[in-house]
């Protein structure tokens, strides 16, 4: 279980190296996207990823998609009640149900993203009132920032690696 005290940065994916990113961006430049619902983006033989790339490219996927795991609720109850021990709330509703109303809006997000935005509301880094809790919309705003270019990451990868390959044209077919 998950303690405020213990969300560290080390659970956030690192960053890409520049060796990977650039091949990312090589290998998204040479595919045809498609918009269309049920159309597979597509990429020439010729530009296609060797093995190698692919690999290289499928374990980076993994380790973003294994890092955006969503917390469980017992962890985001944790990390909430620690900002309510210390911050008030202005609604006087019950305490419970507003864990509750936490976990549900928070359930979506990795546990090291819940962990990063309670500590910088707790440090008064978040911006905002550092007199009273973050309201659920608060925290889930900035999970989301927080994830949303590691999702974009994923869905780049995702769209090189489910490509489908283009074979090159017969000579008499050019």
Known sequence: MANITTIRKAGAPALASSEV???VRRYSNAVSWTERPGERSSIS???APNAADRAVMAGRRRDLSD????ADADAIGLMISSIRSVMPSLDSSDPMQQVALYRSALSRFPEWAVGQVC?????????GSTTFAPTPADIAKRCADLIAPHQQEVAQISRILDAEIIPEPEPDEK
């Not at 890092?67 to 969503?70: F, K, N, T």
């Not at 500590?119 to 911006?127: D, V």
């Open 119 to 127: 500590r910088a509301f707790l440090e008064g880094r978040a911006g």
């Open 21 to 23: 990113a650039a091949m």
């Open 45 to 47: 033989i010729l530009s």
């Open 67 to 70: 890092a955006l795991v969503p």
